[in-house]
């Protein structure tokens, strides 16, 4: 099965500054790679997600890269909020709709 | 308002006692799912189903029960709990586009102690 491996754990940017998350999968048969947003206290929340029929996508200050040759996808923030700090996940679908995810990033934006 | 919601928020209880943790989306969503949060280990897929009466075993389905018997609801059922299923537990749903899932809506969560 899928095996999603995501780094680092913990990252801590100033505010303005640029965050990125990267993660790796196993499957190269996976073909869904959604990012979550999880606060205290909440449920994930979907920010952006790429199917491997495409290499970038951006929405705002987001963007999701994937490169499906070396099996990665990173999650790209550009002027960091406050407002951004909470634990953002990576997943990817194995064998169809079983869903992967990698163990998380704490993301602090100091003011 | 569309949602998932979840029932109970918070559950403590003892080894062996059945228990359900009810989810229920007012999405008409196809997907339904059910993950369990760890620290350092995110979030693992327990089951999950494509349509009503269709289930299937996630990454970590041992000592877990599902249904779907209809399309809004898919509870999840621990016939004898034990302390490792100690954890947060979340349900979520997802609309199916041309056989594979869009967007996951996640409820907020039930954190189950099982002493």
């Known amino acids: 099965g899928e095996n999603v491996e995501q780094h680092p754990s913990t990252l801590s940017v100033q505010e303005g500054d640029s965050a990125v998350i990267k993660c790796t999968y196993s499957d190269s048969a996976s073909n869904y790679f959604p990012w979550y947003k999880q606060e205290l206290g909440k449920g994930p929340q979907l920010i952006i997600d790429i199917r491997s029929n495409v290499g970038e996508k951006k929405d705002q200050r987001i963007a999701v890269t994937l490169n499906k040759t070396a099996k990665h996808f990173s999650l790209h923030i550009t002027e960091t909020q406050p407002e951004d700090s909470a634990v953002y996940f990576c997943?990817?679908?194995?064998?169809?709709?079983?869903?992967?995810f990698g163990a998380g990033t704490r993301l602090t934006v100091k003011p | 308002e569309a949602q998932v919601t979840q029932n109970p928020r918070y559950l403590i209880t003892v080894t062996g006692k059945k228990l359900t943790v009810t989810c229920s989306q007012n999405m008409n969503h196809e997907y339904m799912s059910w993950y369990r949060q760890d620290p350092g280990l995110g979030l693992r897929q327990i089951y999950y189903s494509m349509n009503v009466e269709v289930t299937d075993k996630g990454d970590v389905p041992e000592g877990y029960k599902v249904s779907r018997k209809e399309k809004r609801n898919f509870p999840l059922i621990l016939e004898s709990p034990s302390p490792n299923q100690t954890s947060l537990f979340f349900c979520?749903?997802?609309?199916?586009?041309?056989?594979?899932?869009?967007?996951?809506?996640f409820g907020p969560g039930t954190r189950l102690t099982v002493l």
């Open positions: 979520a749903s997802s609309l199916i586009s041309g056989s594979l899932i869009d967007t996951q809506y």
């Open positions: 997943a990817a679908n194995s064998w169809g709709n079983d869903m992967r």
